[in-house]
């Protein structure tokens, strides 16, 4: 499955998340094999700053 | 996906941009990104002295390494809200990329300097945590800059926050809010000039930035604006976004373009019956400013002990 499928079958927007995999980003069209661990990364932030 | 620059494998697709970038030219482009804003709304000069307000999340992390990386003398800025863990952490991610940098960071603690805590400040003054955050940091930030003799004040608002700040101002018609939207706020008897380099950049791009960099941040939401009007807004322009690639950029950019100026009249009004804080001396439109009112009701009752932190839903 690639990220992109996977983000949509969660249904989380990709705009609103960075997927990581190991110690890098891994970008929307990347085929995920089956022992892939991934972090999905939630980017929003918020309050006043 | 390949790289736009070099053609190698792509780690990050801008879609706003219709393009994808390897790690060295997505950085490059970020850096690219700040320096066009800082020249296109003459933020600062090359020999300024530049404070960075830094809160151990990605945004003020990614400024501070940008403009260090860029050349600028910028030393870093942390208050100590006394959010529980949350602000345990914060310190600990600030100090960390200080230490890392071998950059200046000045610390202030809201209890230790001031008296009161977020958590207990608020509910003590009956105000929304976020509204008592804001307050202070913009007061301490802006007396930390003058105190240190710097010359502007950086803040590492991105574009999801501006875009996300006009839309609740065009939904309620705010005028006033909307004539003082904007990167730059110049410098004026009282206030020391602050400005915003990554309005260009969205949230995800800093995100993406800090790992690429192998910046650590504080990934975990402040548990006091869960659930917040802000943050509701900044998923709303996500799902137009997702649609729309662009949609966000062109919201708050051309607004700046064609009708910031607008607006500005309704803010100068304000501006111009400033008159000076009978307690701290600070610029206001009152005979004591907000500040200084906040902290008189967080700490004149004497039930003003720490309350435990409610954490709500966080992002983790």
Redesign the interface.
């Known amino acids: 499955m690639r990220v992109h499928a996977l983000l949509d079958r969660l249904d989380i927007?990709?705009?609103?998340?960075?997927v990581?995999r190991g110690?890098?980003?891994?970008?929307?069209?990347v085929l995920l094999l089956d022992a892939d661990v991934v972090e999905i990364?939630?980017?929003?932030?918020?309050?006043?700053? | 996906m390949k790289c736009r620059v070099c053609k190698g494998a792509a780690v990050i697709d801008v879609r706003r941009h219709n393009a994808n970038f390897c790690a060295e030219h997505f950085i490059a482009h970020c850096h690219e990104q700040v320096r066009r804003t800082i020249d296109h709304f003459s933020m600062m000069q090359p020999d300024d002295r530049v404070l960075v307000a830094v809160s151990g999340g990605k945004d003020s992390l990614a400024l501070w390494d940008i403009l260090l990386s860029l050349g600028y003398r910028a030393d870093g800025l942390y208050l100590g809200l006394g959010i529980g863990d949350y602000s345990t952490e914060s310190t600990h991610y600030s100090r960390d990329f200080a230490d890392r940098v071998k950059g200046r960071l000045v610390e202030i603690d809201l209890l230790a300097d001031e008296g009161f805590d977020i958590p207990t400040g608020a509910r003590l003054a009956r105000r929304a945590p976020c509204s008592a955050c804001g307050l202070s940091k913009r007061h301490l930030f802006n007396r930390a800059a003058l105190e240190g003799g710097y010359d502007v004040v950086c803040t590492g608002h991105n574009l999801d926050d501006e875009a996300a700040v006009l839309l609740g101002n065009v939904l309620r018609w705010n005028v006033e809010y909307l004539g003082r939207q904007h990167p730059v706020l110049d410098a004026r008897p009282g206030f020391v000039r602050k400005v915003k380099p990554l309005v260009r950049l969205a949230e995800r791009e800093m995100a993406a930035y800090c790992v690429l960099r192998g910046i650590d941040y504080q990934v975990e939401e402040c548990p006091m604006a869960a659930g917040n009007r802000h943050i509701g807004y900044k998923e709303a322009l996500d799902g137009i976004e997702a649609g729309s690639p662009g949609t966000k950029a062109a919201f708050f950019h051309e607004f700046l373009d064609k009708a910031s100026h607008l607006f500005t009249p309704e803010s100068d009004v304000v501006r111009e019956g400033l008159l000076a804080c009978a307690s701290c001396g600070s610029p206001t439109t009152g005979e004591v400013c907000a500040f200084c009112r906040l902290v008189e009701r967080a700490t004149a009752s004497s039930s003003n002990m720490s309350v435990p932190v409610q954490l709500g839903e966080t992002r983790s």
């Open positions: 927007n990709r705009e609103s998340v960075i990581i110690d890098t980003l891994v970008p929307g069209d990364r939630p980017v929003i932030s918020g309050g006043c700053r």
